[in-house]
C-alpha cells in the first residue's frame, strides 16, 4: 500500500472540531501530495457521500470516502484526534479518522488493498496500536500492514503439527454453515468492514461463514456447492444484492450494512433462529427491510418505499438517454431552426458542405435516441422490481405504450405490470430441471405475452386517454393555472436537491419531452429553472454574507456557483446537510418562486439539462434570466435573515499563523 499512504499524509494531532474541517485537512494533504486535484469539487463529493449515510462506526472510527473524478491516484489519509470528532456513530466521537479517496474509474487492484485494510479496522490490535504511535512514518507503515505482512510470513506451526502419538481426535460435530453478502453504495469501506466483522463474529460462535462482498472492485461468486450447503444466509447491504435467485429456499437475514458492521453475533443467532424454525425465504423478486433503518425494495418493506425504489430505477437509467437526445435535438434546432424536424433522412440526402444537412443529421440522431426513452424507463422499472428476467417484458411494455400513444404514463405502467408478473411467475414452483430455461426462455416468453395482452388489450386504452388529457391540460395552461404548476414544481425541486421528489418533478418534465407540446416544454423550463435556484442561492449567501458560515461552507460556496449555473442542484446539499431547518426552507421559496415566475413568462426549453449553457435555446431567454435571479435573491435573504437570527457564535475565522494551503486553479 506504498503508494496509497505515505507519512505525509499522517495526521497525528488532528486539530479539526468537526467533520467537515477533518475531511478538509487530511484532503488538504492530498492536494498538497499531488493527489486531488480539485480540493473544493472533492470535499463536495465526500459531503455528498456523508449526506446518504453518516461513515462513523463503533469503536471511534471515522471513514469518510468517496469516488471523485477529482482524484488522480487512489489515496488514503489518516488523522489522529484527541478530543474526537462526531461521525453520526451510535456510541459517540471518532478519534481515528480515515479519509479514503478513490478515482472514479480505480483500478480493481488499488480497491483491493483498501478493502482490506477495511477489514483491519475491526481488529482492536490494529486500532490500538494506531492510538499508541508517535511517529507518523510508523503510523503509515502500519497502516500500510508491512508489519503484518511479516508477521504472515511465517506459519504457525504450532497450529499445523499434531503432537506425535497423540490419538485422533474424536469428530466433532459439524459446525453450522452461513453464507453472507456484503456491499454498499460506495463498496470503498463498508462492504469489507461488514465481512470482516461477521466473519470474526462466526469464529468466536464457531460458525463456519463464508462471505461474498459486491464492492467496487467487482465480486467473486460464492461457489454453489458452498452456497448448497450452507444452512442459513445473511445479506448486510444497502444496495441491491446481484444475482439474488442463487439464495432462493434458504433462511435469509436480511439487513443494512451497518448492522453486520456493529452487531454481527446478533445476525448470526437470528439466521441460527430462523434456521431452527425451518423459515424459507423465497428472494428472487427482492430484497426485505433493513434492520438498522435503511429501507431496500423488499417484500415486507413499505409499499411507498418500494415503489420509489422502482421508479427512481427507471429514471436513473433513462436519463441518459434524455440527456443525450434532448441536447442533440436542442442543438439541431439552435442550427437550422425548428422547421429542420421536418427534413428528409440524412440517409437518403446529406450534404457535408450544408448546415441544413448537419443540423438534420443532429435532429435525426437525438429523436433515435429519445425513442429508447420509454422502453428504458419501463425496462428498468421491471428491473429494479425482479432483475434480469423483467427485462424484456418491460421493453416490450414500453415500446406497446409507444405504438398506442400511451406515452410517458404507458411506460409507467408498462414496468410495474411486466415487475408485478414476472415476480408472480418467479414464485411458482418448477421442477429443477426446469430452473435452467426458465429466466432465458420461459419467465420473458410468457411475461412478455401477458404484458402485451394487457397494454394492447386492457389498460393501454385508458392509459393513451389519460395521456392525451394530460397533454391537452398541459397545452391549456395559462394564467394562474400556469404559474400554481411551476410553483409546486419548484417546491418539489429545492425540497431533497437531488432526492427521489427532485426526481420525480424531473422525470415528470422530461417525459412531455418525448411528445414535446407547447404546454410540456414551458413545464422543462420551469423544472429547470427551480434546480438552479439551491446551490446559486448558498453560492450568493457566503459570498454576500461570509460571517454566518463556516469556513468549509465558504469555500463550498465557490464551487456552488459552478454546480448551479450547471443545474446540478446537488451543489447545495452540504449546506442542507449541515443545517436543513434553515437552508431547505428558503430554498423551496426561492425556487418556487423561479418555477412560478417562468411559468408566467411563458419560457419554453427544449433541453433536459445544462443550465446557462443553454440559455441560447430557451424561449424569452432574458425572462428566464430574471426569473432564476429573483428566485436565488429570494433564497438567498432568506437563508440570511434565518441564520443571522442564531445565538450561537459564528465560526471564528482561522488565526493568521495557520498554514494555508493554496491550490492553483
Avoid at 497450529?159 to 506425535?164: D, N
Avoid at 434570466?625 to 435573515?641: E, K, M, P, S, Y
Wanted: proline share 6%; glycine share 12%.
Amino acid at each position: 500500500m506504498s503508494e496509497l499512504i505515505t507519512a505525509a499524509l499522517v495526521d497525528l494531532d488532528l486539530p479539526a472540531e468537526t467533520k467537515d474541517d477533518a475531511a478538509r485537512s487530511l484532503a488538504e494533504r492530498m492536494v498538497a501530495a499531488g493527489r486531488v486535484t480539485d480540493l473544493d469539487g472533492f470535499l463536495a463529493d465526500v459531503a455528498a457521500r456523508e449526506a446518504q449515510m453518516p461513515t462513523g462506526l463503533d469503536g471511534g472510527i471515522g471513514i469518510p470516502h468517496c469516488r471523485s473524478e477529482h482524484v488522480s491516484v487512489p489515496t488514503l489519509a489518516f488523522g489522529r484526534s484527541e478530543r474526537g470528532i462526531d461521525f453520526g456513530a451510535a456510541d459517540g466521537p471518532a478519534d481515528l479518522i480515515f479519509l479514503i479517496a478513490a478515482p472514479a474509474g480505480a483500478d480493481d487492484d488499488h480497491l483491493t488493498i483498501l478493502s482490506g485494510l477495511a477489514r483491519r479496522l475491526m481488529d482492536p490490535e490494529f486500532t490500538g496500536a494506531l492510538r499508541a504511535e508517535r511517529d507518523a512514518g510508523a503510523a503509515a507503515a502500519l497502516i500500510r500492514g508491512e508489519e503484518a505482512a511479516a508477521d504472515e510470513s511465517a506459519p504457525d506451526a504450532a497450529a499445523t503439527e499434531e503432537p506425535a502419538g497423540t490419538a485422533p481426535a474424536t469428530p466433532a460435530a459439524e459446525p453450522f454453515r452461513i453464507v453472507a453478502v456484503t456491499s454498499c453504495p460506495t463498496g470503498i469501506a463498508h462492504t469489507y468492514m461488514a465481512a470482516q466483522s461477521l466473519e470474526a463474529a462466526a469464529r468466536a460462535e464457531g460458525v463456519e461463514l463464508t462471505v461474498e462482498t459486491q464492492g467496487s472492485a467487482g465480486f467473486e461468486r460464492l461457489d454453489p456447492a458452498v452456497i448448497a450447503a450452507a444452512d442459513a444466509v445473511i445479506w448486510s447491504h444497502d444496495v441491491e444484492v446481484r444475482e439474488k435467485a442463487r439464495f432462493d429456499g434458504k433462511p435469509l437475514v436480511d439487513t443494512g450494512v451497518k448492522a453486520g458492521i456493529n452487531r454481527p453475533a446478533e445476525l448470526i443467532a437470528e439466521a441460527r433462529q430462523k434456521a431452527a424454525r425451518g423459515e424459507i425465504s423465497t428472494v428472487s423478486d427482492g430484497t426485505g427491510p433493513q434492520d438498522d433503518g435503511t429501507p431496500s425494495a423488499g417484500d415486507h418493506a413499505h409499499f411507498g418505499i418500494r415503489l420509489r425504489t422502482y421508479l427512481m430505477s427507471g429514471v436513473s437509467y433513462m436519463v441518459p438517454f434524455v440527456a443525450a437526445g434532448g441536447l442533440l435535438i436542442a442543438l439541431s434546432f439552435a442550427i437550422g431552426g425548428y422547421e429542420i424536424a421536418g427534413a428528409k433522412s440524412v440517409a437518403d440526402h446529406f450534404v457535408w458542405g450544408e448546415t441544413a444537412s448537419w443540423a438534420a443529421l443532429l435532429n435525426q440522431i437525438g429523436t433515435a435516441a429519445f425513442a429508447f426513452l420509454v422502453p428504458v424507463l419501463a425496462g428498468y422499472i421491471a428491473y429494479g422490481m425482479a432483475d434480469r428476467p423483467a427485462l424484456v417484458p418491460g421493453f416490450v411494455g414500453g415500446a406497446i405504450a409507444l405504438t398506442i400513444n400511451a406515452g410517458f404514463l404507458g411506460g409507467l405502467a408498462a414496468g410495474l405490470l411486466a415487475g408485478a408478473v414476472v415476480m408472480a411467475i418467479q414464485r411458482v414452483k418448477v421442477h429443477p430441471t426446469l430452473r435452467g430455461i426458465m429466466p432465458v426462455l420461459v419467465i420473458p416468453l410468457v411475461a412478455s405475452t401477458v404484458v402485451g395482452f394487457l397494454m394492447f388489450i386492457v389498460v393501454g386504452k385508458p392509459i393513451a386517454s389519460l395521456q392525451r388529457a394530460l397533454t391537452d391540460g398541459l397545452n391549456g395552461l395559462s394564467g394562474s393555472n400556469a404559474i400554481i404548476l411551476g410553483v409546486v414544481l419548484g417546491l418539489m425541486m429545492c425540497f431533497d436537491m437531488g432526492g427521489p421528489l427532485n426526481k420525480v418533478a424531473y422525470a415528470f418534465a422530461v417525459g412531455g419531452l418525448a411528445d414535446p407540446t407547447p404546454g410540456s416544454l414551458k413545464v422543462m423550463a420551469a423544472v429547470m429553472a427551480a434546480g438552479m435556484v439551491p446551490p446559486l442561492a448558498m453560492a450568493l449567501a457566503t459570498t454576500v454574507r461570509g460571517s454566518l458560515f463556516s469556513r468549509t461552507e465558504r469555500e463550498n460556496g465557490r464551487a456552488a456557483w459552478v454546480l448551479g449555473a450547471s443545474f446540478i442542484s446537488e451543489g447545495a446539499i452540504p449546506f442542507a446537510a449541515a443545517d436543513p431547518l434553515r437552508v431547505i426552507p428558503s430554498a423551496m421559496v426561492g425556487g418556487a418562486v423561479t418555477g412560478g415566475l417562468s411559468m408566467a413568462f411563458g419560457c419554453t426549453l427544449r433541453a433536459p439539462h445544462g443550465g446557462i449553457f443553454v440559455v441560447p435555446l430557451i424561449g424569452s431567454p432574458f425572462l428566464y434570466l430574471l426569473a432564476i435571479a429573483v428566485g436565488t435573491a429570494v433564497a438567498t435573504t432568506l437563508v440570511v435573515l434565518l441564520k443571522g437570527m442564531r445565538r450561537t457564535a459564528p465560526t471564528p475565522a482561522p488565526a493568521t499563523g495557520e498554514p494555508q494551503i493554496s491550490v492553483a486553479a
